[in-house]
């Protein structure tokens, strides 16, 4: 039997098709920074990577994790919501993002009550469609099994269904067939 190859494993290896040297990305929600990391490395000093986290714990573990991993700085990072991407993003990017990550839930190793909410993921999306370039991607890890994360999937699923097919392909990825597992969301701007 072969082993399941992980979800961030194969988050990372969805955006590494679409995402060079010198490209523009955000991570919507830094957590412990292992995504900025992994975007930050991919567009490596010519590039540009974005982070947002509501909690300034997040904000200061990935700096963290950035200084000590890094040997050139290419990240800003914003201590506030996702929802506020199109705020804190220089209008000279928008259109031109080629990675977006959204890791939801909540900070491991923190206060399990503070959660991503599904208004503000939504409304982020609708703000993440516009900031995106051609040919560029979304990637969503959603957390069914927390509270909140039934309902915030669910919302998603939805979001994605309602995307034009002409201009976005949509892909779901299930970690296991159990109802709480985690699922990831790919989108891909034609």
């Known amino acids: 039997m072969s082993k399941r190859i992980s979800l961030t494993t194969q988050t990372h290896q969805f955006i590494k098709k679409y995402l060079n040297t010198g490209d523009i990305a955000i991570d919507s929600t830094v957590g412990n920074g292992h995504d900025t990391l992994f975007l930050a490395r991919q567009v490596d000093r010519n590039g540009l990577v974005f982070g947002f986290d509501v909690q300034q714990q997040a904000i200061e573990s990935t700096q963290t994790r950035l200084d000590t991993n890094l040997s050139f700085k290419n990240s800003t990072l ?99 067939e159990k109802a709480s597992a985690p699922v990831l969301f790919t989108i891909q701007k034609n």
């Open 78 to 176: 914003f201590n506030t919501s996702h929802e506020n991407l199109i705020e804190f993003i220089p209008n000279q990017y928008h259109g031109k993002v080629k990675a977006i990550m959204f890791n939801l839930g909540y900070l491991p190793g923190s206060d399990k009550a503070i959660i991503t909410q599904t208004d503000s993921t939504l409304f982020s999306l609708n703000q993440a469609i516009k900031l995106l370039a051609s040919n560029g991607v979304i990637t969503i890890m959603a957390y069914p099994g927390h509270s909140g994360g039934d309902l915030e999937t669910k919302q998603i699923r939805c979001w994605c269904k309602q995307l034009n097919t002409d201009k976005y392909v949509m892909k779901q990825i299930y970690s296991s």
